[in-house]
């Protein structure tokens, strides 16, 4: 079983819908959690990071997570094509220094 | 642009090869950390260098290798390369190397073994 499950999609809404992007966890031991966007294979773009429980938001982007449950997530509201992505969940333990495991990614596409 | 340069943006090489690819941190970042990713693997962690020193090691192949340099720009050494080697390998960067340090990753390196 993978440590970090997260839905790989393909997921298709139309402009303006909100987007909601899941990531699941097994180790309780994971501390930090971002989010990053790649665009077509490039390199992922750090976009948030958080590390309690609770929401953080920036801009259209809200992440949300819930370490008692062990699931993470990342809500696009106001979705524009350019935010159309692969979209990478990410963690790191406490005690394994910096190293990310990452979700497998989700392949957003948004419609005009 | 994160600031993290890579080089060579793509490579074509053969089985049995030795390629050797290359990372410059952000500047001010004294943490390096290279990852692969695979269509069928992700983003895996290879390893971390942290001021020259190795800090954490991931899966990483007996036949790769990699350093930190004193200028902080590291090197990723693949050797007897196979056709499963191919893959995006990207370099990230982060001020600390501690856990929960933000990482900002280059553009990446596309690795082609024929």
């Known amino acids: 079983q993978k440590e970090v499950e997260q839905d790989p999609g393909p997921l298709s809404v139309p402009e303006g819908a909100i987007v909601s992007l899941n990531c699941t966890y097994s180790n309780s031991a994971f501390q930090y959690f971002m989010w990053y966007r790649q665009y077509s294979r490039k390199g992922p773009e750090l976009l948030m990071y958080?590390?309690?429980?609770g929401n953080k938001e920036d801009g259209r982007f809200t992440a949300q997570v819930d370490k008692s449950s062990k699931y993470i997530s990342l809500f696009i509201r106001d979705s524009q094509p350019s935010d159309s992505a692969t979209y990478l969940c990410?963690?790191?333990?406490?005690?394994?220094?910096?190293?990310?495991?990452f979700g497998e990614g989700t392949q957003l596409t948004v419609n005009p | 642009d994160s600031g993290v340069t890579q080089t060579p943006k793509h490579l074509i090489t053969a089985t049995g090869q030795r390629v050797t690819l290359r990372c410059s941190p952000r500047s001010g970042d004294l943490s390096v950390y290279w990852y692969q990713q695979s269509l069928d693997q992700g983003l895996q962690f290879l390893i971390q260098y942290y001021n020259g020193e190795e800090r954490a090691k991931g899966n990483i192949l007996e036949r790769f290798s990699a350093q930190q340099f004193p200028d902080l720009h590291s090197e990723l050494n693949l050797s007897s390369l196979e056709l499963g080697d191919s893959a995006l390998y990207f370099c990230?960067?982060?001020?600390?190397?501690?856990?929960?340090?933000?990482?900002?990753f280059g553009p990446g390196t596309r690795l082609t073994v024929l």
């Open positions: 990410a963690m790191t333990r406490a005690t394994s220094g910096s190293r990310l495991t």
């Open positions: 990230a960067s982060s001020v600390g190397g501690l856990a929960g340090a933000e990482q900002f």
């Open positions: 958080t590390y309690s429980s």
